[in-house]
């Protein structure tokens, strides 16, 4: 939470600095925000979907060791 909330600050601070140095600049960016996060969206998502695949084939391969009593850092991993 305190991540994101630094991380709205410093975007907001940005585009207030945008805004007193070129304001038709600041409204685009303001206007062409939202189209750009859609237009990135199904990227994330991509990536969040293999990011689950990676983690699902990691743990289906180190099944046999962690059953077979492996060490605590393989777990910890």
Same mark, same amino acid.
């Given at each position: 939470?305190?991540?994101?909330?630094?991380?709205?600050?410093?975007?907001?601070?940005?585009?207030?600095?945008?805004?007193?140095?070129?304001?038709?600049?600041?409204?685009?960016?303001?206007?062409?925000?939202?189209?750009?996060? $859609?237009?990135? *969206? #199904?990227? %994330? !998502?991509? +990536?969040?979907?293999?990011? =689950?695949?990676? /983690?699902?084939?990691?743990? $289906?391969?180190? *099944? #046999?060791? %962690? !059953?077979? +009593?492996?060490?605590?850092? =393989?777990?910890? /991993?």
């Amino acid at each position: 939470m305190k991540d994101s909330s630094m991380k709205m600050l410093i975007l907001f601070v940005g585009w207030c600095i945008l805004l007193v140095l070129s304001w038709p600049i600041a409204f685009l960016v303001l206007i062409l925000f939202p189209i750009v996060w $859609l237009a990135v *969206l #199904p990227f %994330r !998502l991509v +990536g969040i979907t293999f990011e =689950a695949l990676f /983690a699902f084939l990691r743990a $289906l391969f180190l *099944l #046999p060791a %962690r !059953l077979l +009593g492996g060490s605590r850092s =393989a777990r910890r /991993a």
